[in-house]
């Protein structure tokens, strides 16, 4: 495997060649080990739901075209993606269900090393679901607050109550497609019922439970998290940073982050800074602490502390191969197993500490809400430790980029609006006014079926040009962060109007938003844009897009639909979206669910052609505006195209 080829940030690339050098083996490799990979699965054609099963349908027709239940390729498609779709809101859910039960600890003295740190973020969102804030002190109405947020997840009658913030043509279109999301944890329970075998064979009726699921994400686990985290550890605000393996320290003990919940991470980064824990660090030898993160936790603490970013999903291994990272402790999700295996042969110490998520023959150190900090300085101290035993060689790339996150959607209000008049009225101007073209959410993971980092760079880099602002999160955030697309200096890369935008208010024309789950803001942001007006009455009229062209994950799908039924057109990687393509599912949902939802998915694997098919729509939105008309539309041609290769 040539690095180069696996990966286009260069610290990967010579983490690679050392790794390929000492015979240790990678992701790329077991991916490599693995093909030919199914070809019925890659399509979404194989069934194993139940034990008539494994069953498969054969898109040449040659072979059978029903699962011994009598179900046809499109049953089995759509169950497959409504299973993904399920897997990832229950994922994100949980996540905002530890974060709720957490904050109502927190509410009622019983977590006391968290607290509340964006009162006005506490009293707007009491108010917004009427709860009294008058003569009420801050942790009642947080008591009262974090009650009614738990409840969203489980509760027998209703609906989703973030999903009121939606347009109300939005939420017109949800109510009269049955789709607005009732409690979470119904929405994902009845997707797996529905999909039981000989439940729901028609996929139409699958796939529009699909996206009352989805939006249970977004518009319910997602923003509920989201946004009690911001209560309890701050909304972001713009900050500076650094990403890549070049932010680890020789000299000092290095502990990495990785995972996605910040109720661990910032107890983490608490302890190490306490005095009496720094000490222990240099009486060991150290000259300090070095908290890094790794994938979306990562992106939580860059946006609120400044934390550097050691990299995202495809650098796990890569981090541990430096020698450098004292201890790695991880909670939930994007944890690969190979981990394990890998600090066998450094000093590094991996320690898990989520009960949701052990490691065979790895240290647990639970993570407790009524002792958090306590168990942060444990970690802290288990990291001093393993700096003192520290032996092997240590080699870290010196490459880093420096990036200016934290673009909640309230940042953006300020930044784009100025402190006095704070709105998203500038952003909508220089959208009617053709200066920035449209807005293009560019997310998700980094997947080694893709060149690293480069689905995601390259998509961007081909957006600004087109005058396209780009908001972004999870992994593809730091994937641009690491090719220095998050600073001011990259809107020499756009288009004549966005760059003017850009340079007039110091930002960059890549804003990152947060992680995952901060999707949510994104959604927020959309519905920030329709409510200043003059883009429509609803966010399938915006010229809006998302995507994202390096997927793994089934969070990936849940985010990409939930999008798709809030109005936006999605672009993945074709190679990657397990739909068979000559399907009445791919029929539906490229084409047909537009009428119903206003929004739609397109495939594309050359980010390219996928900038262009964005460019495209968001010009159709433009024109179906009537805030077209001033401007010619600029044509690339080959030569252009040449010239903007990354
Ligand atoms: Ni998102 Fe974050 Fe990365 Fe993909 Fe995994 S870390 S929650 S799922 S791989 S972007
Ligand atoms: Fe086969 Fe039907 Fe069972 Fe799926 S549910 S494994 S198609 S018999």
């Not at 009162?119 to 804030?133: D, N, P, S």
């Not at 509920?224 to 550890?233: A, P, R, S």
């Not at 959410?441 to 600004?464: A, F, M, Q, S, Y």
């Given at each position: 495997m040539d690095p180069k080829k696996a990966t286009c940030d260069p610290a990967a690339q010579k983490m690679l060649k050392r790794m390929a050098d000492a015979e240790i083996e990678t992701v790329w490799d077991r991916l490599e080990a693995q093909e030919p990979q199914c070809g019925f699965g890659q399509l979404g054609l194989c069934c194993r739901i139940c034990n008539m099963g494994p069953c498969r349908i054969d898109p040449f027709g040659d072979g059978p075209q029903r699962g011994v239940c009598g179900a046809d390729a499109d049953t089995i498609i759509a169950r497959n993606f409504i299973r993904m779709v399920a897997g990832g809101a229950s994922a994100h859910s949980d996540h905002g269900r530890g974060v709720a039960h957490a904050f109502l600890a927190m509410a009622k003295g019983e977590a006391p090393d968290y607290g509340i740190k964006d009162r006005k973020k506490l009293l707007t969102l009491a108010q917004e679901w009427g709860i009294k804030t008058d003569g009420r002190d801050d942790r009642t109405i947080a008591q009262d607050l974090g009650e009614q947020a738990l409840a969203e997840f489980g509760k027998p009658h209703g609906t989703q109550r973030m999903a009121d913030r939606a347009p109300e043509a939005r939420k017109a279109v949800w109510k009269k497609l049955g789709v607005t999301p009732r409690a979470?944890?119904?929405?994902?329970?009845?997707?797996?019922?529905?999909?039981?075998?000989g439940v729901d064979q028609e996929y139409k009726s699958i796939l529009r439970h699909a996206s009352r699921c989805a939006l249970a994400d977004g518009w319910g686990g997602s923003m509920i998290g989201t946004e009690l985290q911001d209560i309890m550890f701050g909304t972001p605000v713009p900050a500076r940073g650094e990403i890549n393996l070049g932010v680890l320290k020789k000299d000092h003990v290095n502990l990495v982050v990785h995972?996605?919940?910040?109720?661990?991470?910032?107890?983490?980064?608490?302890?190490?800074?306490?005095?009496?824990?720094?000490?222990?660090?240099?009486?060991?030898?150290?000259?300090?602490?070095n908290v890094v993160g790794i994938c979306c936790t990562a992106n939580e603490l860059l946006m609120r502390h400044g934390i550097p970013v050691a990299g995202n999903f495809l650098s796990q291994e890569l981090a541990i191969v430096t020698g450098a990272v004292d201890l790695m402790c991880v909670d939930i999700q994007c944890i690969m197993q190979s981990l394990a295996e890998i600090v066998q042969g450094y000093h590094t110490k991996l320690i898990t500490t989520s009960e949701k998520a052990h490691m065979p023959g790895v240290e647990h150190v639970e993570m407790e809400e009524d002792r958090a900090l306590e168990v942060g300085k444990e970690i802290v101290r288990k990291a001093v430790e393993a700096f003192a035993g520290r032996s092997g060689k240590i080699y870290i790339p010196k490459d880093k980029g420096e990036v200016i996150v934290g673009f909640s959607h309230e940042t953006i209000n300020y930044v784009l609006g100025g402190q006095f008049r704070a709105s998203y009225r500038?952003?909508?101007?220089?959208?009617?006014?053709?200066?920035?073209?449209?807005?293009?959410?560019?997310?998700?993971?980094?997947?080694?079926?893709?060149?690293?980092?480069?689905?995601?760079?390259?998509?961007?880099?081909?957006?600004?040009?087109?005058?396209?602002?780009?908001?972004t999160t999870g992994c593809a955030q730091i994937a641009c962060g690491k090719l220095d697309l998050l600073r001011p200096e990259a809107a020499e890369l756009a288009g004549p109007g966005l760059r003017e935008v850009c340079e007039a208010v110091g930002l960059p024309p890549v804003l990152a938003v947060g992680s995952c789950v901060d999707n949510s803001r994104i959604l927020i942001a959309c519905t920030e844009m329709v409510r200043e007006g003059g883009l429509g009455d609803d966010i399938s009229e915006l010229p809006v897009a998302g995507a994202c062209l390096e997927h793994i994950t089934e969070k990936a799908i849940s985010i990409g639909h939930y999008f798709v039924a809030s109005g936006a057109l999605v672009v993945f990687a074709r190679k990657l979206f397990p739909v068979w393509a000559k399907s009445k599912v791919a029929k539906?949902?490229?084409?047909?669910?537009?009428?119903?939802?206003?929004?739609?998915?397109?495939?594309?694997?050359?980010?390219?052609?996928?900038?262009?098919?964005?460019?495209?729509?968001?010009?159709?939105?433009?024109?179906?505006?009537?805030?077209?008309?001033?401007?010619?539309?600029?044509?690339?041609?080959?030569?252009?195209?040449?010239?903007?290769?990354?």
């Amino acid at each position: 495997m040539d690095p180069k080829k696996a990966t286009c940030d260069p610290a990967a690339q010579k983490m690679l060649k050392r790794m390929a050098d000492a015979e240790i083996e990678t992701v790329w490799d077991r991916l490599e080990a693995q093909e030919p990979q199914c070809g019925f699965g890659q399509l979404g054609l194989c069934c194993r739901i139940c034990n008539m099963g494994p069953c498969r349908i054969d898109p040449f027709g040659d072979g059978p075209q029903r699962g011994v239940c009598g179900a046809d390729a499109d049953t089995i498609i759509a169950r497959n993606f409504i299973r993904m779709v399920a897997g990832g809101a229950s994922a994100h859910s949980d996540h905002g269900r530890g974060v709720a039960h957490a904050f109502l600890a927190m509410a009622k003295g019983e977590a006391p090393d968290y607290g509340i740190k964006d009162r006005k973020k506490l009293l707007t969102l009491a108010q917004e679901w009427g709860i009294k804030t008058d003569g009420r002190d801050d942790r009642t109405i947080a008591q009262d607050l974090g009650e009614q947020a738990l409840a969203e997840f489980g509760k027998p009658h209703g609906t989703q109550r973030m999903a009121d913030r939606a347009p109300e043509a939005r939420k017109a279109v949800w109510k009269k497609l049955g789709v607005t999301p009732r409690a979470v944890d119904r929405e994902i329970v009845e997707a797996l019922h529905r999909t039981h075998m000989g439940v729901d064979q028609e996929y139409k009726s699958i796939l529009r439970h699909a996206s009352r699921c989805a939006l249970a994400d977004g518009w319910g686990g997602s923003m509920i998290g989201t946004e009690l985290q911001d209560i309890m550890f701050g909304t972001p605000v713009p900050a500076r940073g650094e990403i890549n393996l070049g932010v680890l320290k020789k000299d000092h003990v290095n502990l990495v982050v990785h995972g996605h919940e910040p109720l661990l991470s910032e107890m983490v980064v608490a302890a190490a800074g306490m005095p009496e824990l720094v000490d222990e660090a240099k009486k060991a030898g150290a000259a300090g602490i070095n908290v890094v993160g790794i994938c979306c936790t990562a992106n939580e603490l860059l946006m609120r502390h400044g934390i550097p970013v050691a990299g995202n999903f495809l650098s796990q291994e890569l981090a541990i191969v430096t020698g450098a990272v004292d201890l790695m402790c991880v909670d939930i999700q994007c944890i690969m197993q190979s981990l394990a295996e890998i600090v066998q042969g450094y000093h590094t110490k991996l320690i898990t500490t989520s009960e949701k998520a052990h490691m065979p023959g790895v240290e647990h150190v639970e993570m407790e809400e009524d002792r958090a900090l306590e168990v942060g300085k444990e970690i802290v101290r288990k990291a001093v430790e393993a700096f003192a035993g520290r032996s092997g060689k240590i080699y870290i790339p010196k490459d880093k980029g420096e990036v200016i996150v934290g673009f909640s959607h309230e940042t953006i209000n300020y930044v784009l609006g100025g402190q006095f008049r704070a709105s998203y009225r500038p952003l909508n101007d220089n959208i009617m006014n053709g200066r920035i073209r449209g807005v293009c959410g560019v997310v998700g993971c980094t997947n080694p079926k893709v060149r690293h980092d480069w689905g995601h760079t390259g998509l961007v880099r081909e957006l600004i040009k087109r005058d396209i602002l780009v908001l972004t999160t999870g992994c593809a955030q730091i994937a641009c962060g690491k090719l220095d697309l998050l600073r001011p200096e990259a809107a020499e890369l756009a288009g004549p109007g966005l760059r003017e935008v850009c340079e007039a208010v110091g930002l960059p024309p890549v804003l990152a938003v947060g992680s995952c789950v901060d999707n949510s803001r994104i959604l927020i942001a959309c519905t920030e844009m329709v409510r200043e007006g003059g883009l429509g009455d609803d966010i399938s009229e915006l010229p809006v897009a998302g995507a994202c062209l390096e997927h793994i994950t089934e969070k990936a799908i849940s985010i990409g639909h939930y999008f798709v039924a809030s109005g936006a057109l999605v672009v993945f990687a074709r190679k990657l979206f397990p739909v068979w393509a000559k399907s009445k599912v791919a029929k539906y949902l490229f084409e047909e669910i537009e009428e119903e939802l206003g929004g739609k998915w397109a495939v594309e694997d050359d980010p390219v052609k996928a900038a262009e098919l964005i460019h495209d729509h968001i010009e159709a939105k433009r024109d179906t505006l009537g805030i077209n008309q001033e401007r010619e539309r600029k044509l690339f041609d080959m030569e252009d195209r040449r010239k903007l290769e990354v």
